[in-house]
């Protein structure tokens, strides 16, 4: 009986699966010693696919020796090249943002005041949209020129192109995504900031640690006593405004820091609050995504400061009113009252919100014949329409917000 059991098939499969088992183990042992014990590299299955693989390499080489023809006498080999040794990267403390399209007549100026900063810890990053005129090459030349002559501190640029048209937003967005920067500085391309401009900047943001975004005193480039915005406050109508606007400068809002958003074409905001938030709404394409930015950390509990002596000079009209402006502000403000303003503010000022939005749709109409007045109101009707896709964002935005009703309140202006 026992010499049957021991001899039966079962005993026999079982001997032959632990003398498999052995040859495996010591063919994994020996394979360990070559691979460093690496489990993908020892395993028999992914072995054999090696094995596989070597030959047809061996074959491949085999082809390429039988192919190989000598150089003739005739060949020169082409000089060796040096290069520098490779530098640590140092992060920037303020990465300047600069977004372009078609700006190559305000861009002298603009890289001549920034190669005349005081304050020198900071890069700066073009992020041009497709632009057609030679935007590029110009600061490709300036950087190269600034090289030559001040090869001690030369202005850092790094420039990003698209190859298609995106717009300002997505553009702003696209450089914070590679800045260096602990801080991200804002400046459209028709400003001119003055000699101290970021280190004012600088001493803000370290000066005023609850604030996330710092807001620049912008000035008429034309008219450099009258002032563009000392700050953007909001309504309780929904409305962002200007503070100060087409106002002569005589220092009477110096001594007033608390503002609720900065103007982009000259603001900072901190690296670590700008990636919680997302960046820009993209959705916005231009106008108000400063504003809609801004709304968004202040319901997570930042602050927004004015700095007076961060000054630069903006060319715009006092006349002001395109037809892009007057449609994108149209729909973007609808937009931005739709995701961020709570339900218990919105709610509780929804008659004053509908009365401002009813006043500009019937000054537009009013002005029918006019090309802005036509423009503003295709944006309100925009705005409505898009509401769906806000309101799904609103789900995503209120349930992080830090300021109750109360708080918020208090920051907004009647």
Not at 22 to 39: D, I
């Amino acid at each position: 009986m026992s010499d049957q059991s021991s001899n039966s098939p079962k005993r026999k499969s079982a001997k032959k699966r632990a003398v498999q088992r052995e040859q495996g183990q010591a063919k994994v042992a020996a394979g360990a010693k070559n691979t460093r014990s690496n489990p993908v590299v020892a395993d028999e299955t992914y072995g054999d696919l090696r094995q596989d693989n070597r030959v047809v390499m061996r074959h491949s080489i085999a082809l390429n020796i039988d192919n190989f023809k000598p150089a003739s006498d005739d060949f020169v080999p082409r000089a060796t090249q040096t290069y520098p040794p490779l530098q640590d990267a140092h992060a920037p403390f303020l990465s300047v943002i600069i977004p372009n399209y078609n700006g190559r007549r305000f861009l002298p100026a603009l890289f001549s005041a920034l190669q005349a900063q005081t304050f020198a810890d900071f890069e700066v990053l073009l992020a041009d949209d497709a632009s057609t005129d030679d935007s590029v090459a110009f600061v490709e030349q300036f950087v190269q020129n600034a090289q030559e002559q001040n090869a001690a501190s030369p202005l850092t640029v790094r420039i990003l192109v698209n190859r298609r048209n995106v717009g300002f937003v997505s553009s702003c967005n696209m450089a914070a995504d590679v800045a260096r920067g602990r801080v991200l500085v804002l400046l459209n391309n028709d400003t001119e900031p003055e000699s101290t401009w970021l280190a004012e900047l600088a001493r803000a943001i370290c000066t005023n640690p609850q604030a996330g975004i710092i807001s620049s005193k912008v000035l008429l480039f034309d008219e450099r006593t009258r002032l563009h915005t000392a700050g953007d406050m909001m309504g309780l109508n929904g409305l962002p405004r200007n503070r100060g606007v087409w106002e002569t400068d005589h220092g009477q809002y110096d001594h007033a820091p608390t503002i609720f958003s900065g103007s982009g074409c000259g603001a900072a905001i901190r690296k670590d609050l700008w990636d919680s938030l997302g960046g820009f709404d993209e959705d916005f394409w231009m106008y108000l995504e400063d504003v809609d930015l801004a709304f968004r950390a202040q319901l997570l509990g930042w602050e927004a400061c004015f700095a007076p002596t961060a000054r630069l000079y903006h060319h715009l009209s006092a006349s002001g009113g395109d037809t892009l402006s007057s449609f994108y502000v149209g729909r973007n403000t609808i937009w931005t009252i739709a995701k961020n303003m709570p339900r218990g503010l919105l709610l509780r000022n929804l008659p004053t919100i509908v009365t401002a939005q009813l006043q500009i749709a019937l000054e537009a109409l009013r002005n029918i014949r006019g090309e802005a007045a036509r423009a503003r109101l295709w944006g309100q009707l925009a705005g409505l329409a898009g509401l769906p896709r806000q309101l799904r964002k609103r789900r995503l935005i209120q349930p992080r917000r830090v300021l109750d009703d109360a708080e918020l309140r208090a920051r907004l202006v009647d």
